[in-house]
C-alpha cells in the first residue's frame, strides 16, 4: 500500500500524528533528563583542563624567560668583571692623573654594573620560585580536574549505555513519525518546541485550560478545536492545541453516583426552604 502524502491527510490526522511524535519526543527527553547536568559537567570539566593546560604552557615559556634573562645577565657580569680585572691592571702603568681618574671611573662603573645585574637576578630568581609554585598548584590542579573527569566519563558513559538502545529506537519512532507530517507543518512544530521551555509543541486542552501556560480557553475556541475543522494554536504561548478524546486521553467524568449526591443537597436545600417558608 502507497504511503499517504502528508498534505493530504485531514486535520485530525494531522493533529493525531503531531501528538504521537510530541510523545515520542518528550520521551527522548526524559532520556536525556536521566543523564542529568552529566554532559554539562563533563564539558566544562575538559574547558577547565584546556585552560590549565594554556596557563601552564604560558608559566613554563615565563620560567624560560627568566632563566635567559638570568644566563645574559651572569654573562654581563663576566664581561664587567673581566673589565675591572683588566682596568685594575692598567692601575699600575698609569702615567698620570688624568689616566689613574679615568682607569678608577670605569672600574666604579663596571663594579655598579656588576651589582645591578646581581640585584636583577636576584630579582629574576625569586620570580622563577613564586613562578614554579604556582606552576606546582596548576599541575596538582589539573591532576584534580583530571579524576574529577575521568570519575564523571566513567559514570556519564554507563548511563549511556543504559539509554542508547532506548534513545536510538526512539529517534527512529521519531524519523518515521516526521515522514507522516507535512513539512510546514513539522518546522511550525520544531519552531514552538524550542521555544517552549518544556519542550511542548503540542497540548490537550486540560479544565477549559492549555495544557502548556494552563491560560483559560474561551468556550468558542474549545469548541472549534474539537471540531478538528483546522489547527488552532494557543493565544497566549503559541502551542498547537488537540481535544484530549483526541490524543487518545481520557478525561475524568463526573460518576452517577456524584450526580445523585448533587441531586440530593439540592433537593435538601429546597425541602429546607419549603420548611422556612411555612
Not at 74 to 95: C, F, N, P, T
Request: with cysteine.
Amino acid at each position: 500500500m502507497a504511503k499517504k502524502d502528508p498534505t493530504d491527510l485531514t486535520v485530525e490526522e494531522k493533529l493525531k500524528n503531531l501528538y504521537h511524535l510530541q510523545t515520542v519526543l518528550s520521551k527522548i527527553d526524559e532520556v536525556r533528563a536521566y543523564r542529568g547536568e552529566l554532559p554539562l559537567e563533563v564539558q566544562d570539566l575538559e574547558d577547565e583542563i584546556q585552560g590549565l593546560n594554556t596557563r601552564v604552557t604560558k608559566l613554563e615559556n615565563e620560567i624560560d624567560e627568566f632563566n635567559n634573562a638570568i644566563t645574559q645577565k651572569k654573562g654581563e657580569i663576566s664581561e664587567a668583571q673581566a673589565s675591572v680585572d683588566r682596568y685594575k691592571q692598567q692601575l699600575d702603568d698609569v702615567k698620570n692623573n688624568r689616566e689613574y681618574d679615568t682607569l678608577t671611573k670605569e672600574i666604579e662603573y663596571q663594579t655598579l654594573e656588576i651589582e645591578l645585574c646581581e640585584k636583577k637576578i636576584k630579582e629574576a630568581l625569586v620570580k622563577v620560585d613564586n613562578v614554579n609554585k604556582e606552576l606546582e598548584e596548576t599541575h596538582a590542579t589539573i591532576d584534580a580536574r583530571k579524576t574529577d573527569l575521568e570519575h564523571k566519563r566513567s559514570e556519564l558513559d554507563k548511563i549511556m549505555e543504559e539509554t542508547r538502545s532506548t534513545e536510538e529506537g526512539l529517534r527512529e519512532d521519531a524519523k518515521e513519525l516526521e515522514t507522516k507530517i507535512e513539512g510546514r507543518l513539522l518546522q511550525s512544530f520544531k519552531r514552538i518546541r524550542q521555544s517552549s521551555r518544556n519542550g511542548l509543541g503540542i497540548v490537550t486542552v486540560e479544565r477549559d485550560a492549555c495544557g502548556g501556560c494552563f491560560n483559560k480557553i474561551p468556550p468558542q475556541r474549545q469548541l472549534d478545536i474539537k471540531m478538528h475543522k483546522k489547527i488552532i494554536v494557543c493565544e497566549y504561548c503559541g502551542r498547537i492545541l488537540i481535544d484530549p478524546e483526541l490524543a487518545g486521553i481520557k478525561t475524568a467524568q463526573p460518576t452517577e453516583e456524584k450526580k445523585r449526591k448533587r441531586v440530593t443537597r439540592r433537593k435538601k436545600k429546597d425541602d429546607s426552604l419549603e420548611a422556612t417558608e411555612e
